[in-house]
């Protein structure tokens, strides 16, 4: 299974070759479909691999905050376990939120890796007095996902502690 250097390193990758950050331009890029359904009240969002097609299915009534970082979510499944999941057909629910589940925790690093830049985070961090829920804020991220990037900016090297241990479940969690 892939660890944080090698996720970092493929969003490096992928942000390089595609000149941007957003899940929904990687996805054209990528040619992985984004679909929106009503999936109820629990399911979020999914992404299944059938017949070589990969599809990410966002629910249609969360917000577009939201769809981007259950987007960027999906999109490191997509990227980091096809492999896995072409044996499996699709990932189910129960599997989405296990949190024992290791692909939970690589899908939510490659979020947030993907969705906020070092050099934006850093900024913020050194040049304000914010917190880190008001970074959060500025950022449009939950503080889970943020967890998750001062967790591989940690990694890189950086003398950086989160106030808050966020669980690969989170998302979840997230209201419509």
């Known amino acids: 299974m892939p660890n944080i250097d090698y996720i970092s390193e493929r969003v490096c990758a992928l942000t390089r070759r595609y000149g941007t950050r957003d899940p929904f331009q990687l996805c054209d890029a990528l040619h992985i479909g984004v679909k929106y359904k009503e999936l109820g009240r629990q399911l979020k969002a999914f992404f299944f691999y059938q017949s070589r097609i990969k599809t ?5 009534e969360t917000d577009k905050i939201i769809h981007k970082i259950l987007c960027a979510h999906e999109l490191g499944h997509a990227i980091l376990h096809t492999d896995m999941l072409s044996a ?5 629910e129960v599997e989405l939120f296990d949190t024992s589940k290791l692909t939970e925790y690589e899908a939510n690093i490659f979020a947030a890796e993907l969705l906020i830049s070092d050099e934006d985070l850093l900024e913020l961090l050194n040049t304000t007095e914010y917190s880190f829920f008001q970074v959060a804020s500025l950022l449009y991220v939950p503080m889970e996902l943020l967890d998750f990037k001062f967790r591989i ?6 003398k950086i502690e989160a106030p808050y241990l966020a669980q690969s479940d989170f998302l979840k969690n997230i209201a419509l």
């Open 56 to 60: 990410i299915v966002l629910n249609a």
């Open 88 to 92: 499996m057909k699709s990932l189910h």
């Open 153 to 158: 900016l940690k990694s890189k090297g950086y």
